[in-house]
């Protein structure tokens, strides 16, 4: 749900709707039509922020809400902990949260991802996170967690994906993010290609010789050319992979918001609630082990391949 719909904007007294793109002043938290605005050309409250001027959400009657006092994201005054951030709500006459959020250490346990929060539900775009939960299968709990962390915008270790840290290009298969693990996957290819020419260049020219005794023929100046775009090369292989454990949950999540979005296409709102959108959604989001060993397999399998079909011929010779 959209965070400010309802809310008048103070400009042209108008209420904010869920399809309405909305600018919230820095200064003082206003939300206000981007189209009034740009042509108002400043903040309806801009002469008051001299004065320490605060937009708050109205109070009282439906749609009222409370700021959350870590991101400000807006809530419903029942909430104990923030549907973004995770922090616990301060909310007059509730009694104090329990577990970490109560002795202040929520900000320690959140960060690292060990402590779960209540099953408090937050949408996006029209997606719900229930739906969210189904599509991600056994891992939501996590991701969802993740998710919240990148659509407070704040930056944090937390939201980062160990598991692409680890695999690059490949854990997006896994997701069966096609497109732009194909596209990491090239970058990937222009990095690595670098590196292994000049490990051939290398083996001819020191190992070959040194190690198994035989001198094979190799490009003195391919050497000295590769050396240094190797080196480079070999940076950007590890940007690479840093680039997909800090983008890997953002891409996910777009996704993920745009693949249940396709599906709502699909199904009638009054649908969505069956077991046939929630096995579609299960069959969407369903993880693909098989498509990124296949791929591992067949990138590492060519590159394999391509240096005994150069290196054969001249063993051969050498006699081996």
């Not at 549907?83 to 301060?90: H, L, R, T, V």
């Not at 950007?236 to 983008?247: E, N, Q």
Request: hydrophobic residues 45%.
């Amino acid at each position: 749900m959209h965070r400010y719909e309802n809310c008048i904007c103070d400009l042209c007294q108008k209420p904010l709707t869920a399809e309405d793109e909305v600018v919230v002043c820095p200064e003082c938290g206003a939300p206000m039509h981007r189209a009034c605005y740009a042509k108002n050309g400043a903040c309806a409250h801009a002469a008051e922020h001299a004065g320490g001027y605060e937009w708050h959400y109205p109070a009282g009657g439906a749609g009222a809400k409370v700021a959350c006092a870590h991101c400000g994201a807006q809530n419903d005054p029942a909430a104990r902990f923030c549907q973004i951030c995770g922090a616990p709500m301060a909310a007059e006459g509730q009694p104090a949260p329990e577990g970490p959020a109560a002795n202040g250490e929520w900000r320690r346990a959140y960060t690292y991802g060990n402590y779960k929060q209540p099953a408090e539900e937050f949408d996006v775009n029209g997606v719900s996170s229930e739906e969210m939960r189904t599509y991600l299968g056994k891992s939501a709990d996590s991701l969802l967690l993740r998710f919240r962390i990148i659509l407070s915008e704040r930056f944090s270790p937390a939201a980062w994906n160990i598991p692409a840290l680890l695999l690059g290009p490949f854990y997006f298969f896994y997701r069966r993010m096609k497109k732009i693990g194909l596209l990491l996957l090239l970058v990937l290819v222009a990095v690595y290609v670098p590196g292994w020419l000049y490990s051939t260049e290398v083996f001819k020219s020191t190992i070959a010789p040194q190690m198994f005794g035989i001198t094979l023929p190799y490009s003195e100046s391919l050497l000295r050319l590769l050396e240094p775009i190797a080196a480079v090369a070999s940076w950007g292989r590890l940007f690479l992979h840093f680039y997909c454990g800090m983008r890997a949950n953002r891409l996910l999540l777009t996704h993920v918001i745009g693949d249940i979005r396709s599906l709502h296409e699909q199904f009638p709102e009054s649908e969505r609630g069956g077991a046939d959108y929630r096995r579609a959604l299960s069959l969407r989001g369903a993880p693909s082990a098989l498509s990124a060993i296949v791929i591992f397999l067949v990138f590492y399998g060519v590159m394999y391949a391509v240096t005994a079909m150069r290196l054969a011929p001249l063993l051969a010779e050498a006699g081996l």
